[in-house]
């Protein structure tokens, strides 16, 4: 379990660092947009005709890239404070609770979303914007990362498990 815990951190830090380099790539191309439209090197080029449909698709990835990675590092949103006024015990099984109706909804949404992309890729259906482009790309996201948060609930009922009978103190499964 714990070899892994270990490659499942690392797939979670490289699809951090893609989200990073997409952050990079965001805005580095919404720089040359403004710059584009406010300064005409190009004559018949005013901005970026494409740059808010691909910032839109950019905004998801690196939301879908960087949800499990933040819930291994417990940076999710957390309110903890009916955990801290109960008894530790009662804190506890509380988690537990969350954490199986967690795990379901991760894999129901994993299941669907799944479903939802097949069906766009068997279907060939097509995203028309100002780019065309073919809609499962995108779609074919939800399944992976509903996976991997479906496997950091896994981890995070092991170490509930395998800890003391009290509310965590933090969802870290990754260094």
């Not at 970026?48 to 940076?75: C, D, K, N, V, Y």
Request: hydrophobic share 55%; aromatic share 10%; charged share 15%.
């Amino acid at each position: 379990m714990q070899r892994l815990e270990a490659a499942y951190a690392r797939v979670l830090h490289a699809l951090a660092l893609i989200a990073c380099a997409l952050i990079l790539g965001m805005t580095l191309m919404i720089c040359a947009d403004v710059f584009l439209r406010n300064v005409r090197i190009i004559p018949s080029m005013v901005g970026l005709a494409w740059s808010s449909e691909i910032s839109e698709a950019m905004l998801f990835l690196i939301t879908m890239l960087t949800a499990p990675w933040l819930l291994s590092r417990g940076q999710h949103i957390r309110v903890d404070i009916v955990l801290r006024a109960v008894p530790p015990i009662v804190g506890w099984m509380f988690e537990w609770i969350v954490d199986v109706l967690a795990f379901g909804c991760c894999a129901v949404i994993m299941y669907y979303s799944g479903r939802a992309a097949w069906a766009s890729y068997a279907a060939s259906s097509l995203s028309i914007k100002t780019l065309v482009t073919p809609e499962w790309w995108l779609l074919s996201v939800l399944p992976v990362s509903f996976a991997l948060l479906t496997l950091e609930m896994v981890f995070r009922m092991r170490r509930l498990y395998l800890g003391p009978r009290t509310p965590r103190d933090d969802a870290v499964s990754t260094g």
